[in-house]
């Protein structure tokens, strides 16, 4: 999909805003016991402050590592779709443990082992499920009409 770093940027940020306010509206929705219309303006204070995180952790550290953890069970020969969906659950497993721990020590009341556990255990499931059929499509979407490719005209 990106082709440069800058296009590689975008793809991050727009994933990471759109990863994150589904996940931030997720916990809220815990937190309340129930999904309102005030739980999606609730999650917009949460998002300024997590979105940035998200993007800083997978453009520098997360994608990398993510990549190589996928091409130890993937080849490059594999379908590219296939390779798209394992590099996106590795982020998903590396991302997740992570956006839970700081999720925990900046938003819970108890910043214990536990909690922080519960926390993971509770949105690594939404997580995956967020990115495989909803986040991770509408963004591949949006980065394609952003970043149109010209066609060659064949003579």
């Not at 998002?47 to 069970?73: D, W």
């Not at 798209?84 to 956006?99: L, N, Q």
């Not at 922080?116 to 499931?125: R, S």
Request: proline fraction near 5%.
């Amino acid at each position: 999909m990106p082709k440069n770093k800058v296009q590689d940027a975008v793809f991050t940020a727009i994933m990471a805003i759109i990863m994150v306010y589904g996940m931030i509206v997720y916990n809220v929705a815990l937190n309340t016991g129930g999904v309102t219309s005030e739980t999606f303006l609730l999650a917009l204070h949460e998002l300024p402050i997590m979105a940035p995180i998200a993007f800083i952790l997978e453009f520098f550290v997360v994608g990398k590592l993510a990549k190589r953890l996928a091409f130890s069970f993937m080849k490059p020969t594999d379908r590219p779709q296939f390779i798209t969906y394992a590099v996106s659950i590795c982020i998903c497993c590396i991302m997740c443990p992570i956006m839970s721990l700081i999720a925990t020590m900046l938003f819970k009341d108890t910043h214990t082992f536990g909690t922080f556990i519960q926390t993971w255990g509770m949105n690594f499931p939404c997580a995956v499920l967020w990115q495989m059929f909803y986040c991770g499509p509408l963004v591949r979407l949006i980065f394609r009409l952003i970043f149109r490719e010209k066609k060659s005209k064949q003579a």
